[in-house]
């Protein structure tokens, strides 16, 4: 994963919790890198499951909701360092330029990038099917990203998981527009 993933989320983890915290997380996990990263390095998406864990046990929040808020949280990051990916009309036209657009963009800026794959199906104007799929298992991230995505577009949503496979791998999501 890139490093900016891991920076955002121990500036997150300072914003919301405090210095402390930080440094309980890095102190208590066996981190590959000994909890130091580089914004533009890239690292085991291992430490970054070890650092969520510790958090939830910490302060007894779920992993798939601090997974959520921190998606909603990095969407901003995103956001505000690649505005032309931002050149959307709604949610939905934003989350179908993924596959097509983004992804392809940042691979020529990281070729070496693993980037989580999207099938989407708009069903109606109100309706779509996302579908995630990494390795990586980390739909509720995704989950926090698109309602990040919405909040940017003045959009409210309710995403629900609608099919699951291999633990996670593959997760298919219903986004409404309400």
């Keep these: 994963m890139k490093g900016v993933v891991f920076t955002e989320f121990l500036e997150l983890v300072e914003n919301e919790f405090g210095l402390e915290i930080v440094q309980k997380i890095i102190d208590e996990c066996e981190l590959e890198t000994d909890g130091v990263y580089s914004s533009v390095g890239t690292y085991s998406h291992k430490d970054m499951f070890k650092m969520v864990g510790k958090l939830s046990e910490i302060k007894d929040i779920p992993v798939p909701t601090l997974l959520n808020i921190y998606g909603e949280y ?4 995103l956001s505000r360092d690649y505005p032309k990916f931002m050149e959307q009309d709604n ?40 579908e995630y799929s990494s390795s990586r298992k980390m739909a509720d991230l995704a989950v926090g990203l698109i309602k990040g995505a919405a909040r940017y577009f003045n959009e409210e949503v309710e995403i629900e998981k609608v099919a699951e496979t291999n633990e996670g791998e593959k997760v298919g999501l219903k986004i409404l527009l309400i």
């Design 74 to 77: 990095f969407f901003k990051t």
């Design 91 to 130: 949610l939905f036209s934003f989350l179908e330029s993924i596959e097509r657009y983004i992804h392809p963009e940042v691979l020529k800026l990281y070729p070496e990038a693993e980037l989580p794959g999207f099938e989407s199906e708009i069903k109606s104007k109100n309706e779509m099917i996302l």
